[in-house]
């Protein structure tokens, strides 16, 4: 074969290769015998179990799933000639060569060779110096009961600690008592670590007091979801078929933090697969109304923190997972610029839109913890090597913030919304009307469905994914089965669309230092995480509302009892601009004089 042969025969295979991307299950439903490939192995024959091979009616069939419309010459050179050649000739090596990828070893950590970068050529992006620096306040004398010194901040924690009101020993008992009294009802902790945490509290009380003190963070106890890997102790991903997974070593997420210094208590529940507050073991329930889930993805950390069963807790998002249960449980929820945190060793979802962050009673906490977690990996193909500053001390009277007046109309906005907009108004920034231009969001939305079918690929194919609790129409298995109806061709072009749409949000953000909107109503959810930018979901005040579902799950426990539940307000900035929206953040947190409220738990 010469090269102008191969070059063609290899383009033919990926014209195939595009087709089956998004049609394989498709031709399965229309050939006849056809019922799905191997369902014993994840790789195999993917022709097993079929009496014809693919026809031009099969392809003719096909072409409506994806708004094509071939001649029967142009499916016949698809084909490579009549079906009785083609079936000895492309089709015969493009399968092959499917059924030779499925065979190869390729664990849910490998990411793709193609990675996302938030950073658009031709802006510039000035660097930071890696600096904390706290709002200068008064920390009062530390409480005589358990629960108050449990619903504290991290900063006056770890003031009693510097100043020897308490030891990392003593608050981590409080905690683990706690666990052990509201775990259950909350269920919120796949697993609780006492042994791990008592020896790492007793060693930050060495070292403490002998001056080795590693960090704002040393001798702070904190819950962390249960997709990022600790050595020798389960990492469940909440998901039935994987309860029984043991990490060989720690995510990078929970070494940088036993590097810090800060004391594991557990392992927090997620929604199976990072979706919802249903993990295999139960329902993750709201401390402000346990007969309600606790959104998710990042449930049992919300959950957990909102509880007060942990000083802060560590949650990722990849399309909400930290903003919902941050507004459910009434935190401040940080979910940062894409790359700036490691996710080596944590579950993959979709590459291209995992982020993780931290869960805080209060804003300014989460500047302590985002402050030890930035920095770049090399273990994580999309880690980018971008400093984080936050100055609690400064003025602010120098930024603007912007917001969009459509958000904030009819009759379906909170009180609350509204009220956060009176009040951020009277912290000394420049409030700025600004118009977010139509972008065609669900129009770029194609990488979560493809990642993530891709990254539990073998689920689908084992037929595995029937040990998912969540079976209805819109849990994960039915998803996984719906991407592989996506084309290869269609995937690029949303991705190239989603480049567009990054310029388009670029220059949205650029008109203002920080943007306040509703939590959710408005595309900024969607649009914020498939371009980059963060964003700090607040509680914004109360409301009385009877229990809700989630994802019209059926164990939510939903009456018409009223009760008193927190509600958000979010925060965004332009990419690497967390110092400032933590700023505004906690600026706002004081103006509402609400974040020290706390849940009733009996």
């Given amino acids: ?149 449990a619903f504290a901040s991290v900063k006056q924690q770890a003031r009693w600690m510097t100043t020897g009101q308490i030891s990392s020993r003593e608050l981590t008992e409080i905690y683990l008592a706690r666990i052990e009294q509201y775990g259950g009802l909350l269920e919120c902790f796949v697993t609780v670590t006492p042994e791990l945490a008592r020896v790492q509290a007793d060693q930050a009380d060495r070292e403490r007091a002998t001056g080795q003190v590693r960090g704002p963070l040393h001798g702070i106890p904190y819950g962390v979801k249960d997709l990022l890997d600790t050595r020798d102790i389960l990492t469940t991903w909440g998901a039935t078929p994987y309860k029984d997974r043991v990490a060989n070593s720690d995510g990078a997420v929970v070494r940088i933090l036993r590097d810090a210094g800060a004391v594991l208590l557990g392992k927090t529940t997620l929604g ?5 507050d249903v993990w295999f073991g139960g329902e993750t329930r709201n401390p402000w109304n346990p007969k309600e889930g606790a959104s998710g993805s990042s449930a049992g950390s919300g959950s957990a923190t909102a509880a007060g069963l942990c000083s802060f807790g560590i949650g990722t998002e990849t399309l909400g997972s930290i903003v919902s249960p941050a507004d459910r449980n009434g935190l401040a929820g940080l979910r940062p610029t894409f790359g700036r945190v490691s996710r080596a060793g944590a579950m993959a979802l979709c590459w291209s839109l995992d982020k993780i962050g931290p869960l805080c009673r209060y804003v300014e906490d989460s500047a302590i913890v ?84 891709a ?67 408005t595309p900024m959810l969607s649009l914020t995480n498939f371009t980059g930018q963060p964003c700090l979901a607040m509680r914004a005040g109360f409301e009385e509302i009877t229990p809700r579902s989630l994802f019209n799950h059926p164990e939510n426990d939903t009456d018409e009892t009223l009760h008193r539940i927190p509600r958000s307000v979010s925060l965004w900035s332009n990419l690497y601009q967390e110092g400032k929206l933590l700023q505004v953040g906690r600026a706002l947190e004081v103006e509402l004089g609400i974040a020290n409220e706390r849940p009733t738990l009996t």
Avoid at 24 to 46: E, N, R, V
Avoid at 272 to 276: K, M, P, R, S, V
Avoid at 433 to 447: G, K, T, W
Wanted: aromatic share 8%; hydrophobic share 40%.
């Fill in 455 to 521: 990254a539990f690929e073998e689920l689908t194919l084992s037929n595995r994914d029937d040990e998912l609790r969540r079976q209805i129409d819109n849990a994960w298995p039915n998803s996984f089965r719906q991407a592989r109806y996506f084309s290869a061709v269609d995937y690029v072009q949303a991705d190239r669309l989603r480049r567009s749409v990054m310029q388009q949000t670029q220059e949205f953000f650029s008109q203002v230092d920080v943007i306040i909107g509703p939590s959710f109503g």
């Fill in 272 to 276: 199976a697969l990072a979706w919802g």
């Fill in 1 to 149: 074969m010469n090269n102008e042969d191969t070059l063609l025969l290899n383009r033919r295979r990926i014209l195939y290769a595009a087709l089956m991307g998004g049609s394989g299950a498709a031709l399965a439903a229309c050939t006849p015998g056809g019922d799905s490939p191997d369902a014993d192995l994840p790789g195999g024959d993917i022709w097993a179990g079929f009496d014809e091979r693919i026809t031009e009616r099969t392809l003719a069939e096909a072409e409506k799933l994806f708004g094509l419309q071939f001649s029967e010459a142009e499916r016949q050179q698809i084909l490579g000639g009549p079906i009785e050649e083609a079936a000895d000739g492309f089709f015969a090596e493009q399968v092959k060569s499917l059924n030779n990828r499925r065979d190869q070893n390729m664990p849910n950590s490998l990411a793709p060779a193609m990675k996302f970068d938030p950073r658009l050529p031709g802006v510039s992006y000035p660097n930071q110096a890696n600096s904390v620096a706290l709002f200068a306040e008064e920390i009062a004398p530390i409480p005589t009961d358990a629960e108050s010194i």
């Fill in 370 to 453: 985002l402050g030890v977690l930035n920095g770049f990996d090399v273990d994580d193909a999309s880690s980018i090597d971008m400093g984080f500053a936050y100055d609690g001390r400064q003025s602010i009277t120098d930024l603007t913030v912007g917001y969009d007046p459509d958000w904030f109309a009819g009759e379906d906005v909170r009180s609350t919304d509204h009220a956060a907009l009176e009040a951020i108004a009277s912290i000394g920034v420049t409030l700025q009307e600004i118009s977010l231009p139509d972008l065609p969001v669900d129009e770029i939305m194609a990488p979560l469905s493809a990642e993530s079918a």
